[in-house]
Structures are given as structure tokens and as C-alpha cells.
């Protein structure tokens, strides 16, 4: 048994040189941010999302600051696309230079909120929410897990949310997938943990994406509501989960997996 650890002095690295990662929902809010820092930290992305004009837009903002951006139009609630991105992802590391030694990461970002009574709520609801965010996230993990597992190393960070532990009017079945994503990470941390893959969740609390925004402005008397739960007093802005997203991706927290993360201005805290 070897009880030291091998690079004692060694400061950890939150650089992202040498690792290719594929962030779905990248056209727009959360995944914009991430891709845009990721490349700026050095890793090369894929942005995968179902509208290639925007997904081409990101990778012009991603050249242009000299990074490398390759576009994969696909919609995450659907087998067989995840089943494309796979093999184009596969054939953009078996084109690479770098090949081998290319490090994989997954960010599944493609989502979207939605509050609605329980009653209201119809079955092509409960479909579109769960089609993206529990079964596009399973798979989007299942498919390029397997191909970290074939490396022996590789990080995913699935977005979770505050509603994964925390009620309110409207939130039953949004609240519900988001659960299942902190649960279904713990889950593959468990299994994959033995052959080198990370998983972790970043769970938000809401976040002044363009969408969140739109809604906030339709309802200002619910963003009050919301935002007095906030003990930071404001909400969350994209670059705000930046941070959390390019450390869960680094080497700097390889010793972690199977955690959520909430970067929540404090929303949870006595709760
Ligand atoms: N913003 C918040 O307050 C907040 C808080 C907690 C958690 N979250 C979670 O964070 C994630 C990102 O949210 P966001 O606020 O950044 O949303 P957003 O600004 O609306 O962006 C959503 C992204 O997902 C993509 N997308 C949606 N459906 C897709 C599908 N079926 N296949 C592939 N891509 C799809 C969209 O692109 P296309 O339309 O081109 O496909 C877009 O790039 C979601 O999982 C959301 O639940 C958000």
C-alpha cells in the first residue's frame, strides 16, 4: 500500500492545456461562458447545441481570442445524436496531433428552465424536460464516458441546479430531472471512480442568462421572491460559474468526484 503522495510539493495546475472538451448548450448563457473560458485556459472545445449559426458565432469568439473551436449541431434529446457526437468526437481526437494524450472533459449545459404548476403540467412537459435534461445527460455521460474509460482518465460536470434540493411554486418537475442529474453524477462517480473518470455537478442558483432574463422581466414580483433567497443579494451572472467549471475540469481537483458543487450566493446556507 502506498500512503504518500507522489508529487508532494507540487502546486496543483487549474490550466486546461491539453484536453479537448465537449460542452453541449454552448450557443448560448452558461455553455457560452464555459466555452469561451475553457478555451482561454488553454483546452480545445467542441460546442455542440441544436443551432449551428449560433454554435459558429462562439467559435469565431473563440478563434478570434486564438483558441480552437470545432461546431457539432445536435439536439441532446436524441439517441442517435449523441451517438454522432460521440463519433465525431472520436474522430476529432483520432485527427488531433495530440491524440493520445488528449485529456477528455463532458460539460452537459444544453437545458433550459421551466416553472409550472404540477397540475398544469402536461405530458409533452414532462417529455421535453426529461428528454434533455435526464436522458440527453445520461447518455451525453454514457458515450463519451466510455470513451474516457478507454483513456483511463476523464472529467464530466453535469449542471444540476437549487432546485435539485429546494422546492417552490411550479418547480415539481424541473426540481425532479435536476435531482436525478446531482443523483445520476454520484452514481457514475461510484462506478467510474475505479477507472479514472471524474463526476461532478455545479448546482446554480438562477443565473442572468438571456432566457433567465426574458422570464425575470414577465414576472418581476417572482424574481423579488427568488432574489431574497439569494444572501449575496444579487443574481448569479454566467462568469460566476466560470471558475467553479474551469477548477472541475483542471487537474487541480482530480481528488474529487461525485460531488455538487452549489454556487448559489449562499441561498442554501441555513436552510
Ligand atoms: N440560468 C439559470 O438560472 C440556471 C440555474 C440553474 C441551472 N441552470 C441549468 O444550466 C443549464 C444551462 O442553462 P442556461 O440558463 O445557460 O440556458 P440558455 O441560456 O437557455 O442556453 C441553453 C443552451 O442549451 C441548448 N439546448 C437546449 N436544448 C437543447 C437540446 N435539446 N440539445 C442540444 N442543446 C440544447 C441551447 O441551444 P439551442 O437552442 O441552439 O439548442 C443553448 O445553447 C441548463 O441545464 C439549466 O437547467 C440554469
Redesign the pocket.
Known amino acids: 500500500m502506498n500512503l504518500r503522495n507522489p508529487k508532494p510539493d507540487e502546486l496543483p495546475s487549474f490550466r486546461l492545456d491539453g484536453r479537448l472538451a465537449v460542452i453541449?448548450?454552448?450557443?448560448?448563457?452558461?455553455?457560452?461562458a464555459f466555452a469561451l473560458a475553457y478555451a482561454r485556459s488553454g483546452a480545445e472545445v467542441v460546442l455542440?447545441?441544436?443551432?449551428r449559426e449560433?454554435l459558429v458565432e462562439v467559435q469565431r469568439s473563440v478563434e478570434a481570442a486564438g483558441g480552437r473551436a470545432h461546431v457539432v449541431p445536435?439536439?441532446?434529446?436524441r439517441f442517435d445524436d449523441i451517438r454522432r457526437i460521440e463519433r465525431e468526437v472520436s474522430a476529432i481526437v483520432n485527427r488531433s496531433d495530440k491524440g493520445k494524450d488528449l485529456a477528455l472533459v463532458l460539460v452537459n449545459?444544453?437545458?433550459?428552465?421551466f416553472t409550472k404548476s404540477a397540475l398544469d403540467t402536461t405530458e409533452e412537459d414532462w417529455d421535453r424536460i426529461m428528454d434533455?435534461?435526464a436522458k440527453?445527460t445520461f447518455f451525453c455521460n454514457q458515450f463519451l464516458g466510455r470513451r474516457m474509460i478507454e483513456r483511463g482518465y476523464g472529467k464530466i460536470i453535469n449542471?444540476s441546479?437549487?432546485w435539485s434540493v429546494s422546492t417552490d411554486m411550479g418547480k415539481s418537475v424541473y426540481g425532479m430531472a435536476k435531482a436525478g442529474v446531482s443523483y445520476l453524477t454520484a452514481a457514475l462517480s461510484t462506478e467510474w471512480a475505479p477507472l479514472g473518470v471524474r463526476v461532478n455537478a455545479i448546482a446554480?442558483?438562477?443565473?442572468l442568462?438571456?432566457?433567465?432574463s426574458r422570464t425575470f422581466r414577465e414576472n418581476e414580483a417572482r424574481a423579488e421572491k427568488l432574489l431574497s433567497r439569494i444572501k449575496l443579494g444579487r443574481f448569479a451572472e454566467?462568469s460566476d460559474l466560470v471558475g467553479a467549471a474551469v477548477f472541475l475540469a483542471s487537474p487541480a481537483s482530480d481528488f474529487i468526484t461525485g460531488h455538487t458543487l452549489f454556487v448559489d450566493g449562499g441561498w442554501r446556507a441555513g436552510c
Request: with cysteine; aromatic share 2%.
Open positions: 453541449t448548450g454552448a450557443s448560448d448563457g452558461i455553455g457560452r455542440v447545441s441544436r443551432t449560433k445536435a439536439d441532446v434529446a449545459c444544453a437545458g433550459f428552465g434533455v435534461h440527453g449542471l441546479s437549487t446554480p442558483t438562477s443565473t442568462t438571456e432566457s433567465t454566467p
